[in-house]
């Protein structure tokens, strides 16, 4: 059977995509047709059939202040694509208490973009060939995969035998870039060598040993991206002050939620609430928003110090972020990351400090959620902004 | 130490907020500031500290013919929000095979939207009291959440004891509603009484027992919101003529990726790429994007049948959805879900055809992702695309 | 080709085995031979080609005072079958605090003993019929199930549906018998019955949907069995005399160990040491050794009370016990629940009693090797006692 | 409150523990006094207050053929010490299975013992200098840790930092030891050296970073001690003739049971039944059978091969075993590593061939209790055995 609708792919504009989809639907497409970006740049990189766009709210929140690893201390006004009411003003918050305690220290570390083809085998010796040739073979593969790309190394490869399947994680640096693209591509061709020369098939170029855009032990326990830790030494006053609550709440709120509740509903999330902040700075910012879900992982922890103060610290392993690339260098997307400073490519060093702003970001998102939550004021506060609402 | 920096909170309008950060930042956010939703609105309701927006690329997909569980079948386009090129046109050369196979079936069911607050007992005994009592008083419970809201319903509780701690999760019927607002205000009621009946304090109106917003085995085993499944069944023709492979050669992609990939890699995400497509579907039309972190769990299956055809299906046991509040009501979210027939209230009905649309278009990203893995036909054909999507 | 080895099976008796392989092997098997329970009985239902027995030490621990939901209180001796010296004598010690600190609250429920088969459907559509059938007709399924053994209830059936695969829960209550042999018969009449009743294949009768003897989060969040609870309030006093440390070292130990270490390890186990109990009394009482798989799943709590205590609880969502069939009719294993005042059958009094005592003999491992971590006395203890044994 | 109970720890003997618990408990522990290794010797190293023994059954399996990756064949009797009637017979059927189509190839490789410990830190400053200081100082820490044993290397060492918490995870060779022992004295060495040199403290010498005797992904996705492989070509001669099935039937089982039914319920053991197996290995040769928790996580695979055939295969990650120390040394457990051929040390080589071993046997488990369920035959043959076993 042959659908007989109407193909929007011959169409020459979202104009023309618009306005048959609103004569076949009866329905207007008016606000879709609102932007500002060039049509045709987008239209071949970043989204085929394009009808226009959505408008999603950017809010700023902060400033907050961050201690970067080289001393530099900065604040940063963080912009937040959001529709859900009280987002923007709870990392606000967060943002006033950590950068009246003196700012938060944030950190990051490169593990690197990385993609898991399976290959399949005839037998455990063929398995344990290839993985010998592999491994062996490491500086070879290298030089073929950085053949494809001036803007990527390959930096290591493990792989693991199940079966007649054998899966081989590559990392590769890609700087600026999430990288995944261009990591597609050098992984092809690596995998092409591996595959004449070892005579084996690989059945999938990611086979799901990446692990891209699903919940995953594998980039939990072994990192993906740039994993990014943050940090912040809440005082009393602060805590009285800005949060309403007290050091032995927080922790208290801390441990029944995020520890012990994560443990006891099989969460990869021992954390408050990482997803709501991540998603706003990766749609302001045009990062991928499937990613959003590596971004959800993580452990937040609090400690209370010197009798009546709390540490508390946020811990993300597996953050697919760049400065270049994707959605990076639309309008709108390029003023939110001009607003963090850190638009284009510095070979890595915009894409690192991304990475500590989104970490001090989830600090401040943290520090709010679970002040509110120990004071129960919660629902009653949220009514007046956006009824009832987490966040 | 008081932070210098100037306070967005008490400009007036997106414009001079935008102002002054442009003067600050030294910057322009000319693109951010255009927008044709009513500010006033999106100003209380869904964005504080509002600058603008961020225009994000949307665009069509499909024709999908889907089936629902009632015997009616119909042609859906599918609005999807994004800035990684390749998206679109692999979801619509999915909705393509699926169409002229005679389009998919797609069934759901109601969870609902759960909260799970956590309370600090000081015994074991009083956890065991406390267990009794919220069974015991269920009807009572469900009188006072339902008195919070006419559009929600309080379906059952559940609960689990750990240490001082005990975990009750309140599971509701929220309609067209993602409901998690109201669900919260609903659980505070109750949560109220509780305390005040049971002289036991609540530590967090979110314990993390929700599960919201956090990759999770508690959402995996028991479900939450709208669960949906989709299948369809793939003829040899549409397999060569349409996704150029065949039977055996998706089925062995979905084994080493979907399957072994995935346990190997201790994922929740036995699929080839749910998030991106349920990320998509979610920015267009003004869902809470963090739920994709749940969107992104769930299994694919394939079966070989009638000898050289393919039955696929897909299974999401966690969806949180609503085709009323949130972001739908923003002027192009607006529209995106009036493509799809579903804007607006319906009893619950117009949400449970988005899951079922959803099932469908996460079902169609399988089928072409799994097809262009299978021929390993991936990055080739990325790179006239998008340079190396995996899509 | 055939095998050309001695076939032991058709041999008359443990020491015509152990004469054969002696000879064939060129090794003296004299100890294994030394048995003393009845063979022709241990030979039909615990052990076929049976040539004698592991002898496995068994040292008592304890007493331990335990107090009962019904407000009994008793000291119990542990007898744990172990072969890794220091674990006795830590136990041992565990006990001494518990019980110099006024003994342990216990309290356990029954889930009930599980089996999961999974059928094979042929759409969505049959899925859902099947799901319908099995809801509709619980009685008529309970009946027969019970039908099967007087000894047996079917207390509850749910079920999930992923792609062609529809997977059914049957939950009986077994009394004081573990029962899974039981439990698989009746599972497999009422299989039988759904089978023709509805025209539906089943494909295992056991789907890992139970789960059986496999980590899993089925277990850990829906339980399994008999789940336990303990807990004890340690005094400064017994922290310092008998354990050699103080509230605030254990509890900074078990934040780093077994919440923040678990949570970074992907761990089932927010425990220091359930395994190491379990395992014991499981082997010595002649339960499944192969259920220590699920009793090792569990979160141990600790708190801070009155200022210089420490409250330290745990829980075991899944133990699978039972004081009558399998092995706790050998001799010894007999005489090991007779020393815990529950040999045979008393209509699920005596399993629960033994689920209540397990629950304490696991909090005394915990509250000692939780001690000896935070004193960093590890391995300079255990160096006398049977060299850096962590127990 | 002081326990008025008898104290059985300065009793001189078992026979004297014995007497006092026969009077205290009015009960017979006769059986339990009967056996026949030297008790001095056990009391000392395996088991303190030592009263006697669980004798447990042991039957022997197979034989079934292996063929080692150094290409020597042999055929090996497996010694399994069980309660659970069917499981030997199970066991053997599967070897007889194997070995008449030919054997198994087996597989292992040697990752180690593991230790990790958990460190305090005061900031993400200091947990990176701690990080630096481990990598930077290997080759000293590994002299420190040599120092300890001359059976022992270190391995390698990798860190992960949260919040306040540093872990670090040892890994060791041990040769044919399952050696936690004297990789705790050596990691307490090591650790006592780091705390000295960058003045921080270590919280736990075993920070759940190990992750010892509890299902951790840490392990599944890193691997620990000996990983093993076994795979086999069952014909369809073998699969009929031996296993009253075939290739399509053995296949669709697994799939549902081992594949989505792991996956649907959460579990790290996409397997059949590999604890039942190791635990039965494990007790008859004197492993600590906590350890089975570690042994029951893992893959089996299934293909079906040249049109009919079926190639089966197991993969577990992490098996931690010795042919030296522990439990090996006891009188029956030395007799059960002997008809294994691999009693005492030999540099390795004898665990080595033990982890293959095991890998055979668990082969031979699962193919046996898959083609059972396969064939639905598995109740009522069983009831025959011993009443409904899935085995």
Redesign the interface.
């Known amino acids: 059977?042959?659908?007989t609708?109407v193909s929007?792919?011959t169409l020459p504009s979202s104009e023309a995509?618009r306005k048959r989809?609103e004569e076949v639907?009866g329905?207007?497409?008016?606000?879709?047709g609102?932007?500002?970006?060039d049509e045709a740049t987008?239209s071949?990189?970043?989204?085929?059939?394009?009808?226009?766009?959505?408008?999603?709210?950017?809010?700023?929140?902060g400033?907050v202040?961050l201690t970067h690893?080289d001393g530099n201390t900065a604040?940063y006004?963080l912009?937040?694509?959001?529709?859900?009411?009280?987002?923007?003003?709870s990392v606000?918050r967060g943002c006033?208490a950590i950068?009246?305690s003196?700012g938060a220290?944030?950190?990051s570390s490169l593990v690197g973009a990385t993609r898991?083809p399976?290959f399949?085998v005839r037998?455990?010796?063929e398995?344990?060939r290839l993985e010998a040739y592999v491994a062996d073979q490491f500086l070879r593969l290298k030089e073929i995969a950085e053949a494809t790309s001036r803007h990527l190394k390959l930096k290591s490869v493990t792989s693991?035998?199940?079966?007649?399947?054998r899966?081989i994680r590559f990392v590769y640096d890609t700087k600026d870039a999430m990288g995944?693209?261009?990591?597609?591509?050098a992984t092809?061709r690596v995998v092409r060598h591996i595959e004449e020369a070892t005579e084996t098939a690989?059945?999938?170029?990611?086979?799901?040993?990446c692990?891209?855009?699903?919940?995953?032990?594998?980039n939990?326990?072994?990192?993906r991206g740039r994993p990014v830790?943050?940090?912040a030494v809440l005082s009393k006053a602060v805590l009285s002050d800005v949060l309403k609550t007290d050091a032995v709440h927080v922790f208290?709120?801390w441990m029944?939620?995020?520890?012990?509740?994560?443990?006891?509903?099989?969460?990869?999330?021992?954390?408050?609430?990482?997803?709501?902040v991540?998603?706003?700075l990766f749609?302001?910012t045009?990062q991928?928003?499937?990613h959003?879900?590596e971004g959800?992982?993580g452990?937040?922890?609090a400690?209370i110090v010197n009798g009546d103060a709390l540490?508390i610290?946020v811990?993300l392993p597996d953050l697919m972020i760049g400065t270049v690339g994707?959605?990076t260098g639309?309008?709108?997307?390029r003023?939110?990351l001009?607003?963090l400073?850190i638009g284009g490519g510095d070979d890595g060093a915009h894409a690192e400090r991304f990475a500590e702003i989104i970490g001090g970001a989830v600090l401040a998102g943290e520090v709010s959620l679970l002040s509110s939550?120990?004071e129960?004021t919660?629902?009653r506060s949220?009514?007046k902004?956006?009824?009832?609402?987490?966040i």
């Open positions: 059977m042959k659908s609708t929007l792919r995509r989809l639907r329905i207007t497409l008016s606000h879709t609102k932007f500002t970006f987008a071949s990189r970043n989204c085929e059939n394009m009808i226009g766009v959505a408008q999603v709210p950017v809010g700023v929140a400033p202040r690893p604040d006004y912009p937040l694509a959001t529709t859900e009411g009280a987002l923007v003003a606000s006033k950068t009246e003196g220290s944030v950190r898991g399976v399949k037998s455990l010796a398995s344990a693991t035998g199940v079966g007649l399947y899966y995944l693209n261009m990591v597609t591509i092809d690989c059945v999938a170029l990611s086979g799901n040993f692990v891209d855009k699903k919940p995953s032990w594998q939990m326990v072994n990192k830790w943050a940090e208290d709120t029944a939620k995020c520890m012990i509740g994560s443990a006891i509903s099989g969460s990869m999330g021992f954390n408050a609430q990482y997803a709501n991540v998603a706003a749609i302001a045009g991928d928003p499937a959003v879900v959800s992982m452990i937040t922890t400690t540490h610290g811990y994707g959605g639309l309008a709108t997307q003023e939110a001009s607003l400073g939550l120990a129960q919660l629902s949220h009514e902004l956006a009824r009832g609402k987490i």
